[in-house]
């Protein structure tokens, strides 16, 4: 069935629809769909002053509520993809999921919901498959910095080299006029931990359906779990769990590699912060998130007084546009693994014939022991650091990642797995450009170094790059 346009931006009034809006229209690779973008909202007049003030007002603008399944069925007939950019998903998001998913057409969103990402894909992946369209949530910041992040970070270990394990760790820098959050980002935590209990039954449900995605086949050991702040030399601040999607997104992805005979890793997801006042602050919040946000009043509280129990981190007005100009972010990644491709000597007892090979006269295995001590032993010998960078993440990146996502879908398809499907956008895309394409847009994906284990545990350097701070407005 034809469709007249190619993308449209649902919510594009809501602060961060708008601005993915205005990205997807100035973007470079956008102007091959100029003509054929549509913006559906609820209130065409309010978007259609908003569109006036930046001499858009050519674009077209359709009247679509999310209570009404109607006007989303026309709305996803129109089109090949949707952004859905109306939050909380888990409850306005699915049924602009479903109205995609009947009609065959396209969809990405921004969500950082695992509850709503995960049961997504466990009522609707098959009917997608049946209708041959493809759907993938968390295509924001929310989780494609640490899905696609891990897959670069994989890559740098070709053949023989096998990937182990990746730990990622996000720093947000914030400007003079310090990092501010939306309420509507407020909005969705809260009612994410206080829907924990529900993912938990999820998980339950899905795995007493036999259809949990399987642990893939992983060498070497999972990286520890911690609890609370430890500061890590590695990143000379304090590191804390992250408690997003990114884990459960990460993971998916490598349960769908592992289940296509490709290498998975173990995975592990950090932020970092760099005083104690800050691990206090952060405890505090923490704290008030498991306690209130599991009881209806304390949701209550928490969404009435957003400053105070976010400690001035979110605000119904969200950040100032010098805020969000000044601030930048960093995930670092430390990926270990095996250089020679064996995980263990058990698994290849070649080591003590390589040891007595190395002892003879002239042999190479010496030369191969020197570049490689810690050949076929059970730990990793291998370590590749590198690095995502962008804009502020929630509403300067997030624009950027969902335009080149779907640009990349719409125009890297048959690359796409078939015949269509729930999936990880690590999943979807895995094949395409998409990581060129952010990197081109300003979301760099750099390698700091690679090392090598040397006898008594540590790694030392044997190739350096240069990872540079990204370029900000007006700098």
């Known amino acids: 069935m034809a469709r007249s346009t190619d993308i449209c931006v649902f919510g594009a009034t809501g602060f961060t629809g708008f601005r993915v809006l205005l990205e997807l229209c100035r973007s470079e690779g956008a102007r091959r769909h100029q003509g054929r973008v549509l913006a559906a909202v609820r209130s065409p007049q309010r978007l259609q002053a908003m569109l006036r003030d930046h001499q858009l007002e050519h674009l077209e603008v359709i009247s679509v509520d999310v209570s009404d399944d109607m006007s989303l069925k026309r709305m996803a007939a129109r089109t090949r993809l949707v952004l859905n950019c109306v939050g909380p998903y888990r409850i306005f998001g699915e049924p602009v999921f479903a109205a995609c998913c009947l009609e065959g057409t396209d969809y990405l969103d921004v969500t950082g919901e695992p509850d709503f990402i995960e049961r997504m894909e466990h009522k609707y992946h098959q009917k997608a498959q049946e209708n041959g369209c493809l759907m993938a949530s968390a295509a924001g910041f929310d989780s494609v910095i640490a899905d696609l992040g891990v897959l670069h970070a994989m890559n740098q270990l070709q053949s023989p080299a096998v990937p182990s394990s990746v730990e990622s760790f996000l720093t947000v820098y914030p400007g003079p006029k310090g990092a501010k959050g939306h309420f509507a980002t407020w909005h969705s935590a809260v009612l994410g931990m206080g829907s924990a209990q529900d993912l938990r039954h999820l ?20 990286p520890k779990t911690q609890s609370g702040a430890l500061w890590d030399p590695r990143v000379s601040a304090y590191s804390i769990t992250f408690p997003g999607s990114d884990a459960s997104v990460v993971r998916r992805t490598q349960a769908a590699r592992g289940a296509a005979g490709l290498p998975a890793v173990h995975y592990a997801a950090f932020f970092t912060v760099v005083s104690r006042i800050a691990v206090l602050g952060m405890a505090f919040v923490g704290l008030c998130m498991q306690v209130l946000a599991i009881r209806s009043w304390g949701r209550w509280l928490m969404l009435t007084f957003p400053g ?43 080591r003590a014939w390589l040891d007595g090979q190395a002892a003879q006269a002239g042999s190479p295995a010496k030369s191969i022991l020197q570049a490689h001590p810690t050949a076929f032993t059970a730990e990793p010998d291998v370590q590749v650091v590198s690095h995502v960078s962008g804009p502020e993440p929630g509403y300067k990146a997030t624009p950027i990642i ?74």
Do not use: Y
């Open 203 to 222: 998980r339950q449900e899905i795995k007493r359906a036999g259809v949990a995605p399987g642990k893939p086949s992983v060498p070497g050991k999972a």
């Open 308 to 350: 105070f129990f976010s400690l001035g981190m979110f605000s119904e007005a969200g950040p100032t546009q010098e805020q969000m100009a000044s601030t930048w972010f960093r995930m670092t990644f430390f990926t270990r693994g095996f250089s020679c491709g064996v995980a263990s000597q058990a698994d290849n007892p070649s």
């Open 402 to 475: 969902i335009v080149q996502c779907s640009l990349a879908l719409l125009e890297e398809r048959d690359r796409a797995p078939k015949p269509g499907g729930v999936f990880t956008v690590g999943t979807l895309l895995r094949d395409t450009t998409i990581i060129q394409r952010l990197h081109k847009a300003g979301v760099l994906f750099e390698v700091e170094s690679v090392s090598l284990r040397q006898p008594g545990g540590a790694f030392k350097e044997a190739l350096h790059g240069r990872v540079n701070k990204p370029p900000l407005e007006g700098g």
